[in-house]
């Protein structure tokens, strides 16, 4: 198991997937700890004041105005948790679940929440052993925290709940007790501290762009290899060409669309035919790819800033001051998210489209990629459902961001619908993968009608990669369990992996 020291840095989306979804502990620093006492001591000070205070002695929301005796406090923590968990739907994956413990740890330690070491260190202890509470997916809009969700996943804080441990759910008790954890009592704010957040929206997001930046990639080499089992022309490519329209996504689709169809048998052989231009699905990409590449690149340095900020309310300073703003809301992360969502859909379509004309029976190509079309319907059906998905995807992307419905009698009268804009680019970022695969899959059943010709030399590791998992169709099969290989392939890093080895995708 690797360690890592929580430290006052900015951490990367990139170094929040990795501690999630590898064998990671975590501690914190010492300086971060004295920050978390620090905090703590300005609300212990405040606490024992008349005046009212937000989420220290007053109820939530629109109960704000109502103050609470000193005496009750501590339940009032407690109550809120148990009040709010009121998420419905099926459990959050858990490697969201993870990636929420991390992200309200790093937020904890950045020491404006006024919580104690011991509530921080407790999330510690489920994260470094793997304890993952079970949160349902639904039930936030994304307004003063994701509060449903966030509230499921610290029940167990408080002894109720759920955890997911391997593959088994226990109770929050039984699983506490094997790591000899007892259930704590929340101190003043610290209930309102764990579910004031934007974890389970930025979560989803953290997810999600990591996988698609590394989809990005792999839409380029699709997209190479159906461009050469269509001979088309890789001149729209050139560098020369694409600084004319100087978009940083352009450039770096052309460029490793041009170092992927380097040194090509299929393309030597029409260097000189009388094709002037290709379809706009093969001579566009670059345009279409890298306008996605941009609008993910401007999505993840939003995320990666939402990482490092201080998601709570009311927030502690160092001069004594308890201030209430608005740092719960997740308006930036929906955003971001929604623009994610709008780049699959077209990364979508126009693979789909390739995938398409790779079937119809043109470019010398057999109708549907298969002898004896008529007895054998060889890869129609894959098309319909690449073109099932792709308009699944084009409803997913229409943005949940601009949906707003008041919530908490009007005192959360705007909210950001950011839950939803994660849960369904989760949904996208599947769907793309599958169509992607897809159109691999299509792309090299092409190559095998070029009387022998080789692809590039660095798309024909990558036909012999999927060949080595799914063979050549030469009659009707069953192409469920080829399809699963090839998207395994795609999941798993393996090809991105092997490209790796050969050249430098940006």
Do not use: W
Request: with cysteine.
């Amino acid at each position: 198991m690797k360690k890592i020291i929580i430290k006052d840095k900015k951490y990367t989306l990139d170094e929040i997937y990795e501690y999630c979804s590898k064998d990671y502990s975590i501690s914190l620093s010492k300086s971060i700890i004295e920050k978390i006492h620090f905090s703590r001591k300005v609300v212990d000070e405040k606490s024992y004041r008349d005046d009212p205070v937000y989420g220290i002695n007053t109820g939530f929301g629109k109960l704000s105005q109502v103050k609470i005796d000193n005496k009750d406090l501590h339940l009032l923590q407690s109550n809120l948790l148990i009040s709010h968990a009121v998420g419905v739907g099926n459990p959050c994956p858990d490697i969201i679940v993870k990636i929420m413990l991390l992200l309200k740890i790093i937020s904890f330690s950045k020491g404006f929440s006024g919580v104690t070491y011991q509530l921080v260190d407790f999330l510690i202890q489920l994260f470094n052993n793997n304890y993952l509470p079970i949160v349902p997916l639904k039930g936030s809009v994304g307004a003063s925290g994701d509060l449903a969700p966030l509230s499921h996943l610290f029940l167990p804080l408080i002894g109720k709940g759920e955890i997911k441990i391997n593959n088994s759910i226990v109770s929050s008790k039984s699983a506490l007790n094997k790591i000899n954890l007892k259930p704590i009592s929340l101190q003043k704010k610290e209930g309102l501290a764990l579910i004031n957040g934007t974890q389970f929206s930025t979560a989803y997001g953290v997810f999600c762009i990591y996988k698609i930046n590394n989809l990005l990639k792999v839409s380029d080499i699709s997209g190479a290899m159906s461009l050469e089992a269509m001979m088309g022309s890789k001149k729209p490519f050139m560098q020369s060409v694409n600084k004319l329209k100087n978009f940083k996504g352009q450039r770096q689709s052309s460029k490793n669309l041009t170092n992927l169809l380097a040194n090509s048998e299929i393309m030597d052989s029409h260097r000189f035919c009388d094709k002037v231009q290709d379809i706009y699905s093969l001579r566009c990409m670059p345009q279409v790819h890298g306008s996605s590449r941009d609008l993910i690149n401007f999505a993840k340095n939003q995320i990666n800033i939402e990482i490092n900020s201080v998601s709570d309310n009311p927030l502690v300073f160092s001069d004594g001051s308890i201030i209430s703003a608005g740092h719960f809301h997740a308006e930036t992360i929906a955003h971001s998210l929604d623009v994610a969502a709008i780049s699959l859909a077209s990364l979508s379509n126009i693979s789909e489209r390739r995938t398409f004309a790779l079937l119809s029976g043109d470019y010398g190509l057999p109708k549907f990629l298969v002898s004896n079309a008529g007895l054998n319907s060889g890869f129609m059906m894959l098309q319909v459902t690449a073109a099932a998905l792709a308009s699944e995807n084009k409803i997913l992307a229409n943005p949940s961001s601009t949906d707003s419905i008041p919530t908490c009698s009007n005192q959360e009268d705007y909210v950001s619908m950011a839950p939803y804009s994660g849960r369904k680019l989760y949904d996208s970022l599947h769907n793309f993968q599958i169509i992607l695969a897809i159109e691999l899959f299509c792309g090299v059943q092409g190559v095998e009608f070029r009387d022998g010709l080789k692809p590039a030399k660095r798309l024909n590791i990558i036909y012999k990669l999927i060949r080595n998992k799914v063979p050549f169709l030469d009659k009707d099969r069953l192409l469920k369990t080829d399809l699963d290989n090839i998207v395994e392939l795609i999941n798993n890093g393996t090809i991105l992996n092997t490209m790796s080895k050969e050249i430098n995708l940006l």
